[in-house]
Structure formats: structure tokens, C-alpha cells
């Protein structure tokens, strides 16, 4: 991302939040469950997964349109996240 956004989970609430950086005004929010822990964003900026932990699935956010495209299955409460590698 080039930093002009900024994504926040909101635990207890249904939406993450997009805010625009500069002004620190919501520029949109995203129905994504009944809550939300971790975000981790791609090594190469294209999507962020988003821990719903209160529904058991990771969202996954396509960060040029700012829609969910899909969620993956992730097991009883989702939470922390991190990539790793095999190199």
C-alpha cells in the first residue's frame, strides 16, 4: 500500500474501517462479520487478511477496490497472524 490509508479491526463491531491517513476522516467501512483481530497485508500490497475471530474465517481484502473477496476457514478464533516463508 502507499500509505494513504489506514485499516483498523474493530473487535467488538461488524466493520473494518478504512480511514484516509492524511485527514483522519472514515472513508469507508466493510462489512466483514461480527468482529475482527488481526490484519496482515500481503508482501506485495494487493490484499490485507483481516482475523474475524468472533466468526472463525480470515476475510480477505482486495486493497485496490476495498471490497472482501473472500473469506478462508481458519478454525475457533482467529487472532494474530504472520507470513512465512519456506526460502
Do not use: F
Not at 484516509?20 to 472514515?26: E, F, I, N, P, W
Not at 478464533?77 to 526460502?87: L, Q, Y
Request: with cysteine; hydrophobic share 45%; charged share 20%.
Amino acid at each position: 500500500m502507499d500509505g494513504k490509508v489506514v485499516l483498523v479491526s474493530l473487535l467488538g463491531g461488524p466493520d473494518l474501517v478504512v480511514i484516509d491517513a492524511a485527514s483522519r476522516k472514515t472513508i469507508k467501512r466493510l462489512p466483514i462479520g461480527n468482529g475482527a483481530a488481526g490484519i496482515l497485508m500481503d508482501p506485495n500490497g494487493t490484499r490485507a487478511y483481516v482475523a474475524c475471530s468472533p466468526d472463525d474465517y480470515i476475510a480477505v481484502i482486495d486493497l485496490k477496490t476495498m471490497t472482501v473477496t473472500g473469506k478462508i476457514e481458519a478454525g475457533q478464533e482467529p487472532d494474530g497472524m504472520a507470513w512465512a516463508s519456506t526460502k
